[in-house]
């Protein structure tokens, strides 16, 4: 009787473990696809300004460019 206790205890605390793992598989997981989608969003991001920042840094250029003889960006 006590053999059998002993043994259903260690069947849950092994048990217990295991759920444990696989938890924190889930959560690497879920992580993982949070960082790939606020990526996908950052590149999308610069793809979507990109063309009216490269407009605002020429002009930047040009006006800074203005006031110095010789230089070029």
Do not use: P
Request: proline share 0%; charged share 15%.
């Amino acid at each position: 009787m006590l053999r059998t206790d002993v043994l259903d205890y260690l069947r849950i605390m092994l048990n217990a473990r295991l759920a444990t793992r696989d938890e924190r598989g889930a959560s690497a997981i879920e992580y993982g696809l949070l960082i790939a989608g606020i990526a996908a969003l950052i590149v999308t991001v610069v793809f979507a300004f990109g063309a009216v920042l490269e407009t605002v840094f020429t002009q930047t250029c040009a006006n800074v460019s203005d006031g110095v003889t010789g230089g070029t960006c």
